[in-house]
């Protein structure tokens, strides 16, 4: 069905515009110009079927892209000096994805930098010497589970950002970006990853975080960033990551979520957007469709059931509208610039419409709500056989992502094993 | 690469050349060795950062340092570490908050989409007018003349009429109206915002959170004429331009959870004379957000009455099959699990 190529999927303005609907005709215009040249001829006379036969992944141009950037970023990059430990963390893994060599001394070199981000009494920051940050560290860590060893995650002071995270936990089950910072989803997340990798979950960190989290779904199903606020694509990843790790993705309205993400897939553009009435944009790709795998699960469907949304619509839209092939790396939509933050959730969405990521039924633990079965839980994650589902050349296939992290299972599991291996961790909280 | 918005704000002489920085050592900044993914800063960005290190290291509490933390922000304005030294300064030094204020409101102008400078912002109000004071003595109409709230009022149209869906302005918006209690203008707002766009969906949201006065929704039992009045707007509101899906989205979501009854007592008779309605029809039988709030409307039903609950459901499963061919075939694998997921 989605093959087919049709002005019908267009969205309806009832011929009633609005603000909205003028911005969506314009990215649908743009969109279909593209869409058009792909409808293969021979099926004109059928109302025209796209041929998805010929789409490649500039796996060339993305990497150098990216390499550029590790090699170094233009004075504009100011912008995001309390965001170095991301640069790092799309490139990596953006390479990583695309099975780029990362080799020994880009290796070293990254664990270097991230070194200068650690906070003498415990978190990562935004670059040296500021405050740690939540998403700072999560960003940290992500990247040296990308490159580490059990050499290298010695790095981490998991014992330090314990402490420190519980100095950023809230009453309500939230957590503070930074000291004196904002409160959202985003903190529980970030702090949940760290915890579950660095085998420092403990019944206090994860306190009422379930509860907090199903108190940010909108009556429409999707998630916001705090009680009240919109359902937004990036919150909605971030909650039902953090449940799934807690093992409480039951908290949630399930069918109401899946209705919202679903909606999130544009008819005719085939990505997604981030909120109701939104235009589509390349990241989401990563924030909600990324997020279907985590929803097959929470409701328990199986592998035959497939997916909820459609896989191939989605590889299309990054395939043939979000790459860049002039500048290499991936972008928002047609006519915008790629950048390293799109360039990553571009290639995770595709990663995650290519592969069915789930856990055999078979292993499926039940004992899903207790901290210590976190790691078990999280390994039952993998590329699932015959889940696979490649638009256009084979050779566009990417490495699967782990839907909770969003990184490879190979270094996952290295870092889990390290960190599970080691003794328990004795903090006094008080 | 290249980011938008990162030119330098900055014409004075460097400050290694100003009497007044003289005795402060500058901190450069450590990347350790071969660092990946390195900045090539301005000589101008560095500088100011190295020195603002130096203050920090010291924790330095003068006008001097205020002043540079404003030009980081400038040139920076999610650097989150300064905005955290700036506000302690700003406390410290007794800085005149409606100053501050009028610099916050110039940066936002510059970085609409930026974390840390609606943060600042809460801290600012609150210390010009303290929310208890303020809604312990006065009504709403009384503080709505209050130049603070009027200031900040017309500082969220001007933001929201930028751009009619940032996300930071609206959620700042429901911290001003539930800190102040000011909730019947807000209700004018959104409507006001509504006729503006019909398919602006954050201004739907923020109608839930309006008619809930931001609380639970877990814990709060609406009156059922309220919730009747809200079907009748969002029923002439769809009018506009049936296939909206915000609209949709908000009534549904609202009776679930907290009227189901009122699905197929209320709703329903409203929606099917309008899909009756040879104006409407058309666009009704067309749209896939009729359909699927009909799947919700006779799931309801069938939970409700059970003597005809076997053919409302093979009603909403019809409707489904017909959402995944016809109506809505993008979403077909959503259609089919929606089917299958129907239940009394």
């Known amino acids: 069905m989605s093959h087919l190529f049709s002005y019908d999927f267009r969205y309806d303005d009832n011929v009633y515009e609005t603000e909205t609907s003028l911005k969506q005709e314009e990215v649908e215009e743009s969109i279909g110009r593209i869409y058009y040249k792909l409808v293969d001829p021979h099926t004109i006379v059928n109302g025209g079927e796209i041929d998805d036969s010929g789409h490649r992944l500039l796996r060339i141009k993305h990497e150098q892209f990216v390499r550029d950037a590790l090699h170094g970023l233009s004075s504009g990059f100011a912008v995001l000096d309390a965001s170095q430990p991301w640069l790092a963390f799309w490139s990596l893994n953006s390479l990583d994805i695309m099975g780029c060599d990362i080799d020994p001394q880009l290796r070293q070199r990254a664990v270097n930098t991230m070194k200068q981000f650690q906070a003498e009494n415990g978190g990562f920051c935004g670059g040296s010497r500021q405050l740690p940050h939540m998403a700072g560290s999560f960003a940290s860590i992500m990247t040296l589970v990308l490159v580490g060893d059990d050499e290298t995650y010695k790095v981490i002071d998991r014992e330090a950002m314990y ?84 093992g409480k993705t039951d908290v949630l309205n399930l069918g109401r979520l899946a209705r919202w993400m679903s909606s999130r897939q544009l008819a005719f553009e085939g990505g997604f957007s981030g909120r109701t009435n939104k235009l589509v944009d390349g990241c989401y790709s990563h924030w909600v469709g990324g997020a279907f795998a985590l929803l097959q699960k929470a409701l328990k469907r199986s592998q035959s059931d497939g997916y909820l949304y459609d896989r191939a619509a989605l590889q299309r839209y990054v395939l043939a509208c979000c790459q860049d092939g002039r500048m290499g790396g991936l972008r928002d939509k047609p006519g915008k610039s790629s950048d390293l933050y799109h360039t990553l959730y571009c290639l995770s969405g595709l990663s995650l419409s290519q592969h069915y990521m789930g856990v055999n039924p078979k292993e499926l633990i039940s004992d899903n709500t207790s901290v210590y079965s976190v790691p078990a839980r999280m390994m039952q994650w993998d590329a699932m056989p015959m889940g696979t589902e490649i638009l256009g050349l084979r050779s566009n296939m990417v490495k699967p992502v782990h839907p909770v992290y969003g990184v490879s299972l190979v270094p996952l599991a290295k870092c889990i094993k390290y960190f599970y291996s080691l003794p328990p961790l004795v903090v006094s909280l008080v | 690469m290249r980011v938008e918005g990162s030119e330098d704000v900055c014409e004075a002489a460097p400050l290694s050349q100003q009497e007044e920085w003289r005795d402060v050592t500058p901190i450069p900044q450590d990347d350790g060795k ?58 410290e030094l007794n800085a005149d908050i409606a100053g501050e204020l009028n610099w916050v409101s110039s940066i936002s102008a510059m970085y609409p989409k930026n974390y840390q400078l609606w943060h600042h912002r809460e801290a600012l109000i609150v210390r010009l007018l303290d929310p208890k004071q303020a809604t312990e003595g006065q009504s709403e109409t009384e503080l709505l003349r209050h130049p603070v709230i009027r200031r900040e009022l017309q500082f969220l149209d001007n933001a929201i009429n930028e751009d009619s869906k940032n996300f930071h302005a609206w959620s700042y918006r429901q911290w001003l109206v539930s800190t102040y209690n000011i909730w019947e203008q807000e209700l004018i707002f959104v409507n006001t915002m509504i006729n503006e766009d019909v398919r602006n969906n954050s201004a739907w949201n923020q109608r839930y ?67 009756n309605n040879k104006d409407y029809s058309l666009a009704m039988t067309t749209t896939q957000f009729y359909w699927s709030a009909l799947v919700d409307i006779y799931e309801q039903q069938a939970r409700e009455l059970p003597e005809q609950g076997k053919a409302l459901l093979e009603k909403a499963q019809s409707i489904c099959h017909n959402l995944a061919i016809e109506h809505d075939p993008m979403h077909g694998k959503y259609w089919e699990f929606r089917s299958t997921s129907l239940s009394v």
């Open chain 2, 209 to 275: 959170f309006v008619i809930l006065q931001g609380r639970n929704p877990a814990q709060v039992e609406l009156d059922s004429e309220l919730v009747s009045g809200e079907i009748v707007y969002t029923v002439e509101n769809i009018k506009f331009a049936p296939n909206n899906e915000s609209p949709w989205s908000y009534i549904i979501g609202l009776l679930l959870r907290h009227a189901p009854g009122k699905l197929y007592t209320d709703l329903l008779p409203k929606i099917q004379t309008l899909a």
């Open chain 2, 34 to 91: 071969h660092p990946i993914c390195p900045i090539a800063y301005t000589d101008d960005y560095r500088e100011m950062m190295d020195y603002l290190r130096a203050v920090m290291a010291k924790e330095e509490i003068s006008e001097r340092a205020l002043e540079l933390t404003g030009r980081v922000i400038q040139a920076n304005p999610g650097h989150y570490t300064v905005w955290v030294y700036r506000k302690r300064l700003v406390e």
């Open chain 1, 163 to 246: 402490r420190w995270m519980m100095t950023m936990k809230q009453p309500d089950g939230s957590f503070s970006m930074h000291t004196g910072g904002e409160v959202d989803v985003r903190g529980i997340y970030c702090a949940m990853v760290i915890a579950s990798l660095l085998n420092i979950m403990t019944p206090e960190l994860i306190a009422s975080s379930a509860d907090f989290i199903s108190r940010c779904q909108t009556c429409e199903g999707g998630i916001g960033p705090y009680p009240g606020v919109e359902a937004h694509g990036g919150y909605t990843m971030c909650g039902l990551a953090a449940l799934e790790i807690l």
